[in-house]
Nanobody, 126 residues
Framework: QLQLVESGGGEVLPGGSLRLSCASSGVDFRYNTIGWFRQISGKEREGVSCISGTGANSHYADSVKGRFTISRDNKKNTVSLQMDSLKPEDTAVYYC???????????????????WGQGTQVTVSS
């Protein structure tokens, strides 16, 4: 059973940076597309960024393009999300998910996660 654990959330000032990490517990996920999603209470979950198993392909939501960067290290079974120039509207619970789908675009836009982490809170506030 693939288990995912997120870390790196916290509170930051507008314009600041945070780096989120998603680690696999015990199972090699090099063949899975991994996605970062976020959800604000009362709103629909949004696909933020997704990356293919090899790392060759990725997708970003328009709202984070140019500010967020997704990467993965398959030797360490981790996927990271570097978040720069953070805005108050980035405040949400961020989840990582692993998918059998090979398409980062589909995973992100359709929420095609097969395994989900527990989430980590990101708060951007002055």
């Amino acid at each position: 059973q693939l288990q995912l654990v997120e870390s790196g959330g916290g509170e930051v000032l507008p314009g600041g940076s945070l780096r989120l990490s998603c680690a696999s517990s015990g199972v090699d996920f090099r063949y899975n597309t991994i996605g970062w999603f976020r959800q604000i209470s009362g709103k629909e979950r949004e696909g933020v960024s997704c990356i293919s198993g090899t790392g060759a392909n990725s997708h970003y939501a328009d709202s984070v393009k140019g500010r967020f960067t997704i990467s993965r290290d398959n030797k360490k079974n981790t996927v990271s999300l570097q978040m720069d120039s953070l805005k108050p509207e980035d405040t949400a619970v961020y989840y990582c998910a692993a998918s059998e789908s090979p398409s980062p675009f589909s995973v992100c836009t359709k929420g095609q996660g097969d395994y989900w982490g527990q989430g980590t809170q990101v708060t951007v506030s002055s």
